[in-house]
């Protein structure tokens, strides 16, 4: 087989996404899965420390930032993962998905370490928030390179629970991050403890740099960027190491299995908000609405957590850490036990399900919530049970993100819509923010739930109408590549067609 580049006009004949889907779990996946999703991990730690740290933050102790000042850290990293999914996610899809998750992964490294360092008063604060966008920025690349390797290599029968779950274990980071927090600021004085706490992440990054080195290239980018020696070498060693680990021989792959590409050119951003609103008017709508109205959710209340503790029910800023830990249990608890619904039951129904009963939830707790009716306790049980549902539809909206769209755009439209729904995010953190103020008026923040109730209720109705049925389904069936010349009917299951209804 002669080996044929991506500027080659010769068509490429093959079975490489046929040979992944019909892969049984084996090691290999698990060890890719946690190589990873640690990215996950990563954020979730990231922002859960901060949270956490922004009560202590303004004590004169430590930062003797403001509570806008502290809020505004969490908004900073954000606006660093922003430039990080546009800036990595078009690398990611040009120079494939591993040269790109070992960069991102060093670069939140650098950033997060800096932010250990910094000082209080004067010209700190902005070291402070440049630190926290170089984290962001490696994060934001996280986002888009792994999304794309993961979903690329995942059978596609275990698609929808494995990506649901692995966004779900940013709340097992959240946990991490929590203890830390808990240990650090009540055992050491606090103007350390918080420096250790920063130091986590990039202590574990080390290791899973060296795991992840061993990872191979997606072998469906390497196809579909026509460098097919490398891609038959790689689906060779993935097939091997799955036959020696489960000891059976695998499933043979039919001639009407292969698809047949042609390596198209380079996509820039123009050219491919062009594709995404054009060829996919409905699959974007759907995307961007889901991605905008979590985003907004999560970030104005999760950012603000403790401040809402200390302000409205005088928590302590060392206690703070008790009652996120319940809190983040019970966002891992969701994509983890009703992940695998959204391959049986299907996507359509279980986002638009999960979006609405947590949007429902949200407006019950915000009347109690205003009516004085609630304690820390119960207000963070509330939330348990609101996130529980919440926290499986936000994996699913990252699910949807990659798996909807043509691979030779998939970092790439995963970093569009994540870098909107983010920019509505920092909305989200900087008006709760406010609406916090010294916590006097509980009014002010009970109209914010009910906003953001509302988004979230509004997400789960425009998937229901818009939703793709996508379970199960191979990668090319659901969005066939740009670089596409020819399938065979009878491909991954004989699901071939295409749905008209998205293609506007």
């Known amino acids: ?140 690349g996280e986002y888009a390179a792994i999304n794309s390797a993961i979903d690329e290599m995942i059978p596609a029968r275990y698609r929808g629970r494995i990506d649901i779950a692995i966004n779900g274990t940013y709340w097992a980071g959240a946990l991490i991050g929590t203890a830390a927090t808990l240990f650090l600021l009540n055992k050491l004085p606090a103007n350390l403890g918080w420096r250790i706490a920063f130091l986590i992440g990039p202590l574990l990054s080390l290791v899973i740099i060296y795991v992840r080195h061993n990872l191979p290239e997606s072998p469906r980018w390497l196809i579909m960027h026509g460098h097919e020696q490398q891609a038959e ?71 603000t957590y403790g401040l809402v503790l200390k302000f409205f029910f005088h928590v302590g800023a060392n206690d703070v850490g008790y009652y996120f830990f319940a809190f983040a249990a019970g966002n891992l608890l969701g994509p983890l036990t009703i992940g695998r619904l959204f391959d049986s039951i299907g996507r359509r129904g279980m986002i638009s399900g999960t979006y609405i009963i947590s949007g429902t939830l949200l407006i019950i707790t915000a009347f109690l919530f205003k009516q004085g009716d609630l304690t820390a306790v119960t207000q963070t049980l509330a939330w348990c049970v609101i996130f529980f549902f919440a926290s499986a539809g936000a994996s699913a909206a990252y699910l949807t993100a990659s798996e909807i769209f043509p691979l030779e755009v998939r970092a790439q439209a995963i970093a ?21 103020g010294t916590g006097r008026d509980p009014n002010a923040l009970f109209t914010g739930y009910l906003i953001g109730a509302g988004a979230m209720i509004l997400g789960g109705l425009v998937a229901a109408v818009l939703g793709v049925d996508a379970e199960r389904r191979s990668l090319e069936d659901i969005a066939e590549p740009l670089s596409m010349v020819r399938r065979v009917l009878g491909h991954a299951g004989g699901q071939a067609e295409l749905d008209e209804a998205w293609l506007g």
Do not use: C
Not at 4 to 29: E, G, M, N, V, Y
Not at 32 to 54: C, F, K, R
Not at 117 to 127: E, K, P, R
């Open 1 to 140: 087989m002669t080996s044929t580049t991506a500027s080659s006009s010769q068509p490429i004949k093959s079975a490489i996404p046929a040979r992944l889907d019909r892969l049984p779990w084996s090691h290999f996946h698990t060890r890719m899965v946690i190589a990873l999703g640690v990215a996950w991990i990563l954020d979730g730690l990231e922002i859960t420390i901060a949270a956490n740290l922004s009560a202590a933050f303004t004590q004169r102790s430590t930062l003797a930032l403001t509570a806008g000042q502290a809020a505004d850290i969490a908004t900073w990293y954000l606006v660093g993962e922003v430039i990080g999914a546009l800036f990595f996610g078009r690398l990611s899809d040009r120079l494939g998905r591993k040269n790109l998750f070992m960069v991102t992964l060093g670069v939140y490294l650098v950033g997060s370490g800096l932010t250990a360092v910094t000082q209080a008063g004067g010209a700190w604060i902005v070291f402070l928030y440049a630190t926290r966008v170089l984290a962001g920025t490696g994060i934001g």
């Open 233 to 303: 070498r790689a689906i060779a060693a993935i097939e091997g190491e799955v036959q020696a680990a489960t000891g059976k021989p695998l499933e043979p792959v039919r001639d009407q299995d292969e698809i047949e590409i042609r390596p198209s050119e380079r996509i820039g951003y123009l050219s491919l908000l062009s594709t995404l609103f054009k060829q996919y008017p409905g699959r974007s709508t759907l995307t961007a609405t889901l991605m905008i109205t979590q985003s907004f959710l999560y970030n104005a209340i999760f950012f």
């Open 416 to 436: 569009v819509f994540f870098a909107i729904a983010q920019s509505f995010g920092l909305i989200g953190t900087h008006l709760y923010g406010s609406l916090i």
